[in-house]
């Protein structure tokens, strides 16, 4: 069955980076893209980018371009958001999803991220 | 950037009973249209993709319609597991540039 599963909670100060991994399984890696959705405490849901598993080709939300950053690693069907000069409202929910040119269709299971002093 | 505009924001609605939900695109989006249910603590679940087919185990009192910019999802009889948030969503861009709307809460009357 097709799984994503996320890295745990993390805790950052503002103005530091963070790094959220999500393991695929179940399904040919390559064949689908990535998506990363946030939601902040209370709110919906934000679309912050979409990474290619194939060749690794991206497409962030204009908002967060410059501090964002999608990776994959085939070899481990894993990919990777990094996220810099954090701020309080960064504070949210991070969700990696497996789709992008057309829906998604699975979720992981979220990393919350908190940003604070 | 293509905006997706959902109302109401809240619905009560009594078990058994429709409900009805409406999505907006500010352009057309075709068909590329796809609702999720989201319930506190969890991920978002696909409901609905290309407007009107169901996906895999979702039963068959949800249903879509609309093509363009007007979108409907409707419940035909309530059950206490659908009180939830529920969310629309385009992805008729290339590359994919995906957007949500805002979230309609169907809360018990």
């Known amino acids: 069955q097709v799984q994503l599963v996320q890295s745990g909670a993390e805790v950052k100060k503002p103005g530091a980076s963070v790094k959220v991994s999500c393991k695929a399984s179940?399904?040919?890696?390559?064949?689908?893209?990535i998506s990363w959705v946030r939601q902040a405490p209370g709110q919906g849901l934000e679309w912050m980018g979409w990474?290619?598993?194939?060749?690794?080709?991206?497409n962030y939300a204009q908002k967060l371009q410059g501090r964002v950053t999608m990776t994959t690693d085939t070899s481990t069907s894993t990919a990777y958001m990094e996220l810099r000069s954090l701020r309080s409202d960064d504070t949210a929910v991070y969700y990696c999803?497996?789709?992008?040119?057309?829906?998604?269709?699975?979720w992981g299971q979220g990393t919350l991220v908190t940003v604070s002093s | 950037e293509i905006v997706m505009t959902q109302s109401p924001a809240t619905l009560s609605v009594s078990p058994g009973e429709r409900a009805t939900l409406s999505c907006r695109a500010s352009?057309?989006?075709?068909?590329?249209l796809a609702w999720y249910q989201q319930k506190p603590g969890q991920a978002p679940r696909l409901l609905i993709y290309?407007?009107?087919t169901r996906a895999t185990g979702i039963p068959a009192r949800f249903s879509g319609s609309g093509s363009g910019t007007e979108f409907t999802l409707t419940i035909s009889s309530l059950q206490s597991e659908d009180f939830a948030v529920y969310y629309c969503?385009?992805?008729?861009?290339?590359?994919?540039?995906?957007?949500f709307g805002g979230g309609t809460k169907v809360e018990i009357k």
């Open positions: 352009q057309s989006v075709s068909s590329n």
């Open positions: 179940g399904y040919t890696f390559t064949s689908y893209g």
């Open positions: 999803a497996r789709g992008g040119s057309y829906p998604i269709d699975y």
């Open positions: 969503q385009q992805y008729n861009n290339w590359p994919p540039a995906l957007t």
């Open positions: 290309g407007a009107s």
């Open positions: 990474i290619s598993a194939y060749n690794g080709n991206t």
